[in-house]
Protein backbone atom coordinates (compact mmCIF):
# COMPACT_ATOMS: atom_id res chain seq x y z
CA UNK A 1 0.00 0.00 0.00
CA UNK A 2 2.86 2.35 0.83
CA UNK A 3 3.52 2.57 -2.93
CA UNK A 4 0.50 3.76 -4.10
CA UNK A 5 1.05 6.47 -1.47
CA UNK A 6 4.29 7.49 -2.91
CA UNK A 7 2.59 7.33 -6.60
CA UNK A 8 -0.13 9.31 -5.77
CA UNK A 9 2.34 12.29 -3.81
CA UNK A 10 5.04 12.06 -6.82
CA UNK A 11 1.63 12.87 -8.87
CA UNK A 12 0.96 15.61 -6.87
CA UNK A 13 4.50 17.45 -6.88
CA UNK A 14 4.96 16.87 -10.18
CA UNK A 15 1.88 18.66 -11.09
CA UNK A 16 2.45 21.77 -8.64
CA UNK A 17 5.96 22.03 -10.15
CA UNK A 18 5.13 22.21 -13.39
CA UNK A 19 2.20 24.49 -12.74
CA UNK A 20 4.52 27.11 -11.31
CA UNK A 21 7.23 27.01 -13.25
CA UNK A 22 4.54 27.48 -16.17
CA UNK A 23 2.86 30.72 -14.63
CA UNK A 24 6.16 31.69 -13.72
CA UNK A 25 6.63 31.22 -17.58
CA UNK A 26 3.30 32.91 -18.90
CA UNK A 27 2.11 35.01 -16.03
CA UNK A 28 4.05 37.87 -17.02
CA UNK A 29 2.04 38.27 -20.33
CA UNK A 30 -1.57 38.37 -18.36
CA UNK A 31 -3.72 40.90 -19.58
CA UNK A 32 -4.42 41.53 -16.21
CA UNK A 33 -1.11 41.44 -14.32
CA UNK A 34 -1.47 44.94 -12.72
CA UNK A 35 2.06 45.71 -14.39
CA UNK A 36 3.83 43.19 -12.30
CA UNK A 37 5.67 40.50 -14.46
CA UNK A 38 5.87 38.36 -11.12
CA UNK A 39 2.11 39.08 -10.02
CA UNK A 40 0.40 35.59 -10.86
CA UNK A 41 3.33 33.47 -9.69
CA UNK A 42 3.45 35.26 -6.06
CA UNK A 43 0.08 34.97 -5.68
CA UNK A 44 0.00 31.12 -6.54
CA UNK A 45 2.63 30.70 -4.41
CA UNK A 46 0.83 32.37 -1.40
CA UNK A 47 -2.24 30.35 -2.38
CA UNK A 48 0.26 26.73 -2.38
CA UNK A 49 1.49 27.81 0.91
CA UNK A 50 -1.82 28.29 2.44
CA UNK A 51 -2.97 24.98 0.40
CA UNK A 52 -0.06 23.48 1.88
CA UNK A 53 -1.50 24.20 5.50
CA UNK A 54 -5.17 23.05 4.30
CA UNK A 55 -3.49 19.55 2.80
CA UNK A 56 -1.77 19.27 6.58
CA UNK A 57 -4.69 19.83 8.85
CA UNK A 58 -6.80 17.40 6.04
CA UNK A 59 -4.32 14.57 6.32
CA UNK A 60 -4.01 14.83 10.24
CA UNK A 61 -8.32 14.66 11.10
CA UNK A 62 -10.25 11.78 10.88
CA UNK A 63 -12.00 12.16 7.51
CA UNK A 64 -15.11 9.98 9.44
CA UNK A 65 -14.98 13.51 11.50
CA UNK A 66 -16.57 15.44 8.38
CA UNK A 67 -19.87 13.12 8.03
CA UNK A 68 -20.50 14.73 11.94
CA UNK A 69 -20.20 18.27 10.58
CA UNK A 70 -22.15 17.44 6.95
CA UNK A 71 -25.37 19.46 7.58
CA UNK A 72 -23.79 22.52 8.53
CA UNK A 73 -21.14 22.51 6.07
CA UNK A 74 -23.79 21.58 3.34
CA UNK A 75 -25.97 24.49 4.21
CA UNK A 76 -23.20 26.22 4.50
CA UNK A 77 -21.59 25.89 1.26
CA UNK A 78 -25.16 26.19 -0.50
CA UNK A 79 -25.52 29.52 1.33
CA UNK A 80 -22.09 30.26 -0.14
CA UNK A 81 -23.35 29.54 -3.87
CA UNK A 82 -26.13 31.78 -3.39
CA UNK A 83 -24.04 34.83 -2.05
CA UNK A 84 -22.42 34.68 -5.55
CA UNK A 85 -25.46 36.44 -7.01
CA UNK A 86 -24.83 39.40 -4.57
CA UNK A 87 -21.68 40.49 -7.23
CA UNK A 88 -21.48 41.71 -10.54
CA UNK A 89 -20.61 39.48 -13.56
CA UNK A 90 -17.57 38.86 -15.11
CA UNK A 91 -17.48 37.64 -18.28
CA UNK A 92 -21.06 36.51 -18.27
CA UNK A 93 -20.97 34.53 -14.80
CA UNK A 94 -21.45 35.04 -10.93
CA UNK A 95 -19.30 32.37 -9.72
CA UNK A 96 -17.03 34.76 -7.21
CA UNK A 97 -17.47 36.04 -3.72
CA UNK A 98 -15.09 39.08 -3.54
CA UNK A 99 -13.51 41.03 -0.61
CA UNK A 100 -10.49 43.32 -0.50
CA UNK A 101 -8.13 42.07 -3.04
CA UNK A 102 -9.26 38.34 -2.58
CA UNK A 103 -11.83 36.33 -4.06
CA UNK A 104 -13.68 33.03 -3.32
CA UNK A 105 -15.46 30.27 -5.89
CA UNK A 106 -17.56 28.61 -3.87
CA UNK A 107 -17.91 25.66 -6.22
CA UNK A 108 -14.94 24.48 -5.45
CA UNK A 109 -16.01 24.18 -1.87
CA UNK A 110 -19.09 22.64 -3.04
CA UNK A 111 -16.71 19.79 -4.99
CA UNK A 112 -15.93 18.44 -1.82
CA UNK A 113 -19.23 19.21 -0.08
CA UNK A 114 -20.96 17.12 -2.66
CA UNK A 115 -18.57 14.02 -2.57
CA UNK A 116 -18.94 14.41 1.24
CA UNK A 117 -22.56 14.07 1.07
CA UNK A 118 -22.70 11.38 -1.68
CA UNK A 119 -20.13 8.99 0.26
CA UNK A 120 -22.02 9.54 3.39
CA UNK A 121 -25.54 8.74 2.43
CA UNK A 122 -24.52 6.36 0.55
CA UNK A 123 -22.64 4.44 3.15
CA UNK A 124 -25.13 5.01 5.77
CA UNK A 125 -27.93 3.14 3.13
CA UNK A 126 -25.83 0.36 1.57
CA UNK A 127 -28.23 -2.05 1.92
CA UNK A 128 -30.63 0.05 -0.04
CA UNK A 129 -28.58 1.53 -2.50
CA UNK A 130 -30.39 -0.58 -5.41
CA UNK A 131 -34.04 1.02 -3.91
CA UNK A 132 -34.83 3.59 -6.33
CA UNK A 133 -35.99 6.38 -3.77
CA UNK A 134 -33.29 6.08 -1.32
CA UNK A 135 -30.27 4.74 -3.60
CA UNK A 136 -31.08 7.13 -6.46
CA UNK A 137 -33.60 10.42 -6.26
CA UNK A 138 -33.09 11.44 -2.58
CA UNK A 139 -29.15 11.31 -2.50
CA UNK A 140 -29.01 12.61 -6.37
CA UNK A 141 -31.65 15.55 -5.66
CA UNK A 142 -29.98 16.92 -2.67
CA UNK A 143 -26.55 16.89 -4.53
CA UNK A 144 -28.82 18.54 -7.20
CA UNK A 145 -29.35 21.98 -5.27
CA UNK A 146 -25.95 22.62 -5.14
CA UNK A 147 -25.56 21.44 -8.62
CA UNK A 148 -28.35 23.89 -9.31
CA UNK A 149 -26.97 26.66 -7.79
CA UNK A 150 -23.83 26.73 -9.56
CA UNK A 151 -25.98 26.17 -13.13
CA UNK A 152 -27.14 29.21 -12.39
CA UNK A 153 -24.26 30.97 -11.87
CA UNK A 154 -23.41 29.97 -15.77
CA UNK A 155 -20.71 28.08 -14.78
CA UNK A 156 -21.90 24.54 -16.90
CA UNK A 157 -18.62 23.50 -16.55
CA UNK A 158 -18.32 22.58 -12.95
CA UNK A 159 -21.98 21.55 -12.68
CA UNK A 160 -21.27 19.12 -15.40
CA UNK A 161 -18.12 17.77 -14.00
CA UNK A 162 -19.88 17.60 -10.02
CA UNK A 163 -22.82 15.21 -11.83
CA UNK A 164 -20.46 13.02 -13.79
CA UNK A 165 -18.17 12.60 -10.25
CA UNK A 166 -21.52 11.67 -8.37
CA UNK A 167 -22.92 8.96 -11.14
CA UNK A 168 -19.17 7.49 -10.49
CA UNK A 169 -19.62 7.91 -6.97
CA UNK A 170 -23.25 6.18 -7.21
CA UNK A 171 -21.94 3.55 -9.51
CA UNK A 172 -19.30 2.24 -7.22
CA UNK A 173 -22.11 2.32 -4.06
CA UNK A 174 -23.88 0.04 -6.39
CA UNK A 175 -26.66 2.04 -7.73
CA UNK A 176 -28.42 0.56 -10.58
CA UNK A 177 -27.02 1.49 -13.86
CA UNK A 178 -30.00 1.44 -15.45
CA UNK A 179 -30.93 4.77 -13.17
CA UNK A 180 -27.48 6.74 -13.96
CA UNK A 181 -27.75 5.75 -17.60
CA UNK A 182 -30.95 7.81 -17.82
CA UNK A 183 -30.16 10.16 -15.51
CA UNK A 184 -26.77 10.62 -17.84
CA UNK A 185 -28.63 11.05 -20.80
CA UNK A 186 -31.28 13.24 -19.59
CA UNK A 187 -28.28 16.09 -18.50
CA UNK A 188 -26.27 15.91 -21.58
CA UNK A 189 -29.43 16.77 -23.52
CA UNK A 190 -30.23 19.12 -20.79
CA UNK A 191 -26.95 20.49 -21.27
CA UNK A 192 -26.59 21.19 -25.06
CA UNK A 193 -30.23 22.81 -24.75
CA UNK A 194 -28.66 24.82 -22.37
CA UNK A 195 -25.93 25.36 -24.46
CA UNK A 196 -27.52 26.07 -27.74
CA UNK A 197 -30.28 28.80 -26.08
CA UNK A 198 -26.99 30.92 -24.89
CA UNK A 199 -26.06 32.98 -27.65
CA UNK A 200 -22.23 32.78 -26.24
CA UNK A 201 -22.07 29.22 -25.84
CA UNK A 202 -23.83 28.25 -28.99
CA UNK A 203 -21.34 30.36 -31.06
CA UNK A 204 -18.56 28.29 -29.03
CA UNK A 205 -20.11 24.92 -30.81
CA UNK A 206 -20.37 26.92 -34.08
CA UNK A 207 -16.87 27.27 -33.69
CA UNK A 208 -15.81 23.97 -32.72
CA UNK A 209 -17.43 21.96 -35.74
CA UNK A 210 -15.09 24.49 -37.93
CA UNK A 211 -12.34 26.33 -36.24
CA UNK A 212 -10.68 27.31 -38.90
CA UNK A 213 -13.69 29.57 -40.53
CA UNK A 214 -14.09 31.00 -36.54
CA UNK A 215 -9.91 31.15 -35.40
CA UNK A 216 -10.61 34.99 -35.60
CA UNK A 217 -14.04 34.76 -33.06
CA UNK A 218 -15.27 31.74 -31.00
CA UNK A 219 -12.95 29.39 -32.07
CA UNK A 220 -10.01 32.03 -31.06
CA UNK A 221 -8.31 30.22 -28.40
CA UNK A 222 -8.69 26.30 -29.54
CA UNK A 223 -7.02 27.27 -32.39
CA UNK A 224 -4.03 29.40 -31.45
CA UNK A 225 -3.94 26.57 -28.52
CA UNK A 226 -3.49 24.07 -30.97
CA UNK A 227 -0.67 26.01 -32.91
CA UNK A 228 0.84 26.46 -29.93
CA UNK A 229 0.84 22.35 -29.23
CA UNK A 230 2.18 21.96 -32.73
CA UNK A 231 4.82 24.63 -32.79
CA UNK A 232 6.99 23.19 -29.77
CA UNK A 233 7.71 20.08 -31.22
CA UNK A 234 9.25 16.49 -29.07
CA UNK A 235 11.37 18.91 -26.85
CA UNK A 236 9.75 22.30 -26.81
CA UNK A 237 10.86 25.74 -27.66
CA UNK A 238 12.36 26.11 -24.11
CA UNK A 239 10.71 27.40 -20.47
CA UNK A 240 9.84 31.31 -21.41
CA UNK A 241 10.55 31.04 -25.06
CA UNK A 242 6.69 30.58 -26.07
CA UNK A 243 5.06 32.84 -28.45
CA UNK A 244 1.54 32.07 -28.46
CA UNK A 245 0.94 33.78 -24.75
CA UNK A 246 2.76 36.82 -25.32
CA UNK A 247 0.32 38.15 -28.35
CA UNK A 248 -2.34 35.40 -29.32
CA UNK A 249 -3.60 32.90 -26.84
CA UNK A 250 -5.68 34.27 -23.93
CA UNK A 251 -5.83 32.61 -20.35
CA UNK A 252 -2.80 30.95 -21.13
CA UNK A 253 -1.87 30.94 -17.45
CA UNK A 254 -5.66 29.44 -16.86
CA UNK A 255 -7.54 26.99 -18.65
CA UNK A 256 -5.17 26.91 -21.67
CA UNK A 257 -2.21 26.11 -19.49
CA UNK A 258 -2.07 22.62 -21.09
CA UNK A 259 -0.75 23.92 -24.69
CA UNK A 260 2.00 26.12 -23.60
CA UNK A 261 3.11 23.22 -21.78
CA UNK A 262 3.51 21.79 -24.95
CA UNK A 263 4.94 25.07 -27.12
CA UNK A 264 7.50 25.80 -24.47
CA UNK A 265 8.22 21.67 -23.05
CA UNK A 266 7.40 19.80 -25.79
CA UNK A 267 5.32 16.98 -26.52
CA UNK A 268 6.98 15.02 -23.63
CA UNK A 269 6.34 17.25 -21.27
CA UNK A 270 3.10 16.97 -22.28
CA UNK A 271 2.92 12.91 -22.28
CA UNK A 272 4.37 13.31 -18.77
CA UNK A 273 1.61 15.58 -17.39
CA UNK A 274 -0.76 13.07 -18.80
CA UNK A 275 0.96 10.02 -17.18
CA UNK A 276 0.87 12.00 -13.63
CA UNK A 277 -2.80 12.31 -13.99
CA UNK A 278 -3.33 8.55 -14.94
CA UNK A 279 -1.02 7.67 -12.09
CA UNK A 280 -2.75 9.78 -9.98
CA UNK A 281 -5.77 7.88 -10.65
CA UNK A 282 -4.55 4.43 -10.26
CA UNK A 283 -2.98 5.16 -7.10
CA UNK A 284 -6.05 7.36 -5.68
CA UNK A 285 -8.26 4.18 -6.81
CA UNK A 286 -6.13 1.76 -5.28
CA UNK A 287 -6.30 3.63 -1.88
CA UNK A 288 -10.06 3.75 -1.90
CA UNK A 289 -10.23 0.09 -2.66
CA UNK A 290 -8.16 -0.16 0.44
CA UNK A 291 -10.08 2.23 3.37
CA UNK A 292 -11.06 1.32 6.17
CA UNK A 293 -15.05 1.43 5.45
CA UNK A 294 -17.16 2.24 2.30
CA UNK A 295 -17.32 5.99 3.59
CA UNK A 296 -13.89 6.28 3.02
CA UNK A 297 -14.02 4.27 -0.43
CA UNK A 298 -16.67 6.07 -1.65
CA UNK A 299 -15.49 9.35 -0.64
CA UNK A 300 -11.75 8.74 -1.98
CA UNK A 301 -13.20 8.03 -5.33
CA UNK A 302 -15.28 10.65 -5.50
CA UNK A 303 -12.03 12.84 -4.62
CA UNK A 304 -9.93 11.34 -7.15
CA UNK A 305 -12.95 11.22 -10.12
CA UNK A 306 -13.18 14.61 -9.53
CA UNK A 307 -9.38 15.51 -10.69
CA UNK A 308 -9.56 13.18 -13.11
CA UNK A 309 -12.54 14.16 -14.97
CA UNK A 310 -11.42 18.02 -14.93
CA UNK A 311 -8.46 16.80 -16.06
CA UNK A 312 -9.65 14.90 -19.03
CA UNK A 313 -12.31 17.92 -19.74
CA UNK A 314 -9.58 20.49 -19.76
CA UNK A 315 -7.06 18.59 -22.17
CA UNK A 316 -9.86 17.42 -24.16
CA UNK A 317 -11.01 21.22 -24.96
CA UNK A 318 -7.39 22.14 -25.34
CA UNK A 319 -6.60 19.96 -27.92
CA UNK A 320 -10.12 20.83 -29.63
CA UNK A 321 -11.42 17.35 -28.80
CA UNK A 322 -14.31 19.49 -27.09
CA UNK A 323 -16.10 22.70 -27.92
CA UNK A 324 -14.44 25.38 -25.88
CA UNK A 325 -15.46 25.68 -21.84
CA UNK A 326 -13.34 27.87 -19.43
CA UNK A 327 -12.26 24.71 -17.18
CA UNK A 328 -8.72 24.80 -15.26
CA UNK A 329 -5.90 22.17 -14.85
CA UNK A 330 -6.13 21.11 -11.71
CA UNK A 331 -3.12 21.79 -9.49
CA UNK A 332 -1.18 23.34 -12.73
CA UNK A 333 -3.67 26.39 -13.99
CA UNK A 334 -3.82 29.52 -11.88
CA UNK A 335 -6.32 29.63 -9.16
CA UNK A 336 -6.52 30.01 -5.29
CA UNK A 337 -9.60 28.35 -4.24
CA UNK A 338 -9.08 26.23 -6.97
CA UNK A 339 -5.54 25.05 -5.59
CA UNK A 340 -6.38 25.58 -2.00
CA UNK A 341 -9.63 23.30 -2.14
CA UNK A 342 -8.02 20.39 -4.44
CA UNK A 343 -5.57 20.49 -1.82
CA UNK A 344 -8.01 20.10 0.65
CA UNK A 345 -9.00 17.03 -1.11
CA UNK A 346 -5.01 15.31 -1.20
CA UNK A 347 -5.02 15.72 2.55
CA UNK A 348 -8.57 13.86 2.83
CA UNK A 349 -7.19 11.19 0.56
CA UNK A 350 -4.02 11.03 2.94
CA UNK A 351 -6.07 10.28 5.77
CA UNK A 352 -8.02 7.76 4.20
CA UNK A 353 -5.30 6.11 3.47
CA UNK A 354 -3.24 5.96 6.83
CA UNK A 355 -6.40 5.39 8.91
CA UNK A 356 -6.95 2.26 6.06
CA UNK A 357 -3.01 1.01 6.90
CA UNK A 358 -4.15 1.56 10.77
CA UNK A 359 -6.94 -0.41 10.71
CA UNK A 360 -4.71 -3.74 8.51
CA UNK A 361 -2.00 -3.20 10.95
CA UNK A 362 -4.62 -3.51 13.71
CA UNK A 363 -6.05 -6.54 12.06
CA UNK A 364 -3.10 -7.89 11.28
CA UNK A 365 -1.92 -7.94 15.32
CA UNK A 366 -4.95 -9.56 15.96
CA UNK A 367 -4.80 -12.34 13.79
CA UNK A 368 -1.09 -13.31 13.83
CA UNK A 369 0.17 -11.62 17.55
CA UNK A 370 3.46 -14.16 17.23
CA UNK A 371 3.95 -13.01 13.84
CA UNK A 372 4.02 -9.65 14.64
CA UNK A 373 5.75 -9.52 17.58
CA UNK A 374 8.71 -10.89 15.95
CA UNK A 375 8.99 -8.08 13.31
CA UNK A 376 8.92 -5.51 16.04
CA UNK A 377 12.67 -4.70 17.48
CA UNK A 378 14.20 -6.83 20.15
CA UNK A 379 15.58 -4.85 22.88
CA UNK A 380 19.84 -5.66 22.83
CA UNK A 381 22.06 -7.13 25.44
CA UNK A 382 24.25 -5.44 27.70
Known sequence: MTKYLTGFLFSIISMLVIGVLMLFSTGAYARDAHGDPYYFIKRQLMWLAVGVVVCCITACIDYRLWKRFLKPLFIATALLLAAC???????????????????LQPSEIAKITAMVFLASWLSDYKEEVRNFWKGFVLPLGITGILIGLI??????????????ASMVVMFIAGTRWVYLGLVASGGLAGLIAVAVSMPQRLSRLVAFMDLEAHKSGAGHQQYEGLIALVSGGLWGLGLGNGRQKMFYLPFAHTDFIFPMIGEELGLVCVLFVIFTYILLLICGISIAMNASDLFGTLLASGLVSLVGIQAALNIAVTTAMLPNKGIALPFISYGGSSLVFSMAGVGLIINIYRQGATERSIRMAVRHPLRTASMMPQPQRP
Open 85 to 103: FLFREINGAQRWIRFGGFS
Open 151 to 164: AAEVDLGTAALISA
